[in-house]
């Protein structure tokens, strides 16, 4: 009998996200994804696949004590159980032949990072195996011997078991053994294959800003770098078995916290080269994954027009190979638009209470503005394609104790543990194989209306045509140079990114100015 196969859809929300609570909020990129997968797709020989979506909430979030999450949000406990929740979902859903898709933002990226690392490196397990999964797991995180899972010692443990010190001596003798000494021989039981035969693949990772070593940070005077090694247990070289992976990176990010965690492709892959493209927009964490609730409670504007289009690149990179519902799109396009109408409402109310410290008495006294308050100025929310607001994230006492560093687009580094010497170092990731980084031409755009930002990771950039059919490359002094990456036309299908330029208007500006990208592009 045969089984038919299923894709399976794994989607890992950030730090303090949740979009199944009954707090409303805003949704992320993650949730908006999950919103957006059709429950069946068309294989490539025109068959019918299901589609099936699991959905984790971020770090920090569920029943938990105020001062707990805030706890887990900034030391990033909490992981180990949403990358198990996640795999032991994939085990008792998987059949042979079925697809995996991991996809996440912030943490939630590591969290799929880590899930497709134990696919690619272990394979899915067979369900009954499950029982022995934390020892595997544990065996799993503390791999320090620099080479994948299935070559090390532990491993070979796990298969083949390891005798005990009475299982060497008895070894050693002939004869039969007694039930007691059979026992008494395994320090660790041999296991066989635990794994299901071809699982070692995962068709597409695709993430929104994955931060440095879960955002543990250092302070000013202090290095954590031992601590979030030991939790960085994924490798930041993309596995072969992983066919596509998309990385959206935030360029105005300075929390150095919040370092960006790259892939690298090393250059002695043997075989078909894993896809991989590392796309950096303009934005702070928050603007690259969405999910951003101040628009409106702070009276902050429009926050999640750069997450959209970084959403829009996501779906677009995808849909080759993951069913997307394009009528949820357009609805969402139309509810967008109704959003940012609500947001310009919400200017001309009386600005919120003051929130401070909930349990005193002050919480429970109404909050009633002055009589006849003086009319709020009807501030209109920008926009257009990449202008909303991007704010500076380095506030707070935590982060301004860590210090903010500038975002490096094109150099790039990745902190390394050595085991022996017991000291980290940082080695420029390009040196390690290829990145493929570039620069969403929405950063160009932008450039036409904010010139001079400070802050960016493109400071010091200018962005360069170059000979028709070329398209353009951004170039710094110090011989960094990063090609732009270029909006395909649509095809059998709109273009999800095209589409997403009129969401919040006509679109005609921007529209003229990518047909005139498209011509250097030779489109």
């Not at 949740?18 to 949730?31: G, L, R, W, Y």
């Not at 609730?293 to 779906?315: C, P, Q, R, V, Y």
């Not at 951004?474 to 960094?480: L, Y």
């Amino acid at each position: 009998m045969s089984t038919q196969t299923k894709r399976i859809v794994i989607a890992c929300d950030g730090t303090w996200q949740s979009s199944v609570s009954e707090d409303e909020n805003i949704p992320s990129n993650v949730t908006k994804l999950c919103r957006h997968v059709a429950r069946t797709g068309t294989t490539p020989s025109g068959a019918e696949i299901s589609q099936i979506v699991y959905y984790d909430s971020g770090v920090g979030t569920g029943s938990l004590a105020d001062l707990e999450k805030k706890r887990q949000g900034a030391t990033g406990d909490g992981l180990a159980t949403n990358v198990i929740e996640a795999y032991n979902f994939i085990v008792l859903n998987y059949s042979p032949g079925d697809e995996i898709f991991c996809f996440g933002f912030s943490r939630g990226a590591y969290t799929a990072r880590a899930v497709a690392g134990l696919v690619t490196d272990i394979g899915v397990m067979e369900p009954r195996y499950m029982q022995i999964f934390p020892f595997i797991y544990k065996a799993y995180k503390a791999n320090k011997e620099g080479k994948p899972f299935r070559e090390t010692q532990a491993w070979k443990e796990i298969v083949d078991g390891k005798l005990s010190k009475k299982g060497i001596e008895l070894s050693a003798k002939p004869g039969r053994r007694t039930a007691e000494e059979i026992r008494e021989m395994w320090e660790i039981k041999p296991h066989g294959e635990v794994a299901i035969q071809g699982s070692r693949k995962v068709k597409i990772v695709g993430v929104w800003d994955t931060v440095g070593s879960l955002g543990v940070p250092d302070g000013r005077w202090m290095d954590n770098a031992d601590k979030r090694t030991s939790y960085g247990f994924h490798n930041v070289k993309l596995n072969e078995n992983i066919e596509h992976a998309f990385h959206a990176l935030a360029l105005d990010e300075r929390r150095k916290a919040f370092k960006p965690t790259v892939w690298y492709l090393p250059k002695s892959t043997t075989g078909k080269k894993p896809e991989l493209l590392q796309v950096w927009f303009p934005g702070v964490h928050i603007n690259i994954g969405g999910g951003s609730d101040d628009g409106i409670k702070d009276h902050a504007g429009d926050l999640e027009g750069m997450s959209n289009i970084t959403f829009a690149w996501m779906l677009q990179c995808i849909s080759p190979y993951l069913e997307i519902d394009r009528t949820t799109y357009q609805q969402t396009m139309i509810e967008y638009k109704e959003w940012l109408d609500n947001i310009d409402y919400q200017h001309t109310l009386p600005p919120p209470p003051p929130q401070g410290i909930k349990e005193t008495f002050w919480s429970y006294v109404p909050y009633v503005p002055l009589v006849n308050p003086a009319p709020v100025a009807w501030t209109r929310t920008p926009r257009g394609w990449g202008v909303g607001r991007v704010v500076d994230s380095l506030t707070g006492l935590m982060y301004n104790y860590a210090g903010g560093v500038k975002r490096t687009p094109g150099r790039c580094e990745t902190e390394l543990w050595n085991p022996k010497t017991k000291e980290p170092h940082w080695v420029p990731i390009g040196d390690m194989g290829d990145v493929n980084e570039y620069v969403h031409p929405v950063a160009g755009y932008r450039r036409t209306k904010f010139p001079e930002e400070k802050n960016s990771g493109l400071e010091g950039f200018k962005r360069v045509e170059l000979a028709k059919g070329k398209g353009f490359e951004w170039r710094k002094e110090d011989g960094t140079s990063l090609p732009e990456y270029v909006i395909q036309k649509a095809g059998k299908a709109p273009n999800f990114e095209r589409l997403w330029m009129t969401a919040d208007g006509p679109g005609l500006e921007e529209m003229e100015w990518l047909g005139k990208v498209d011509r250097v592009n030779g489109l």
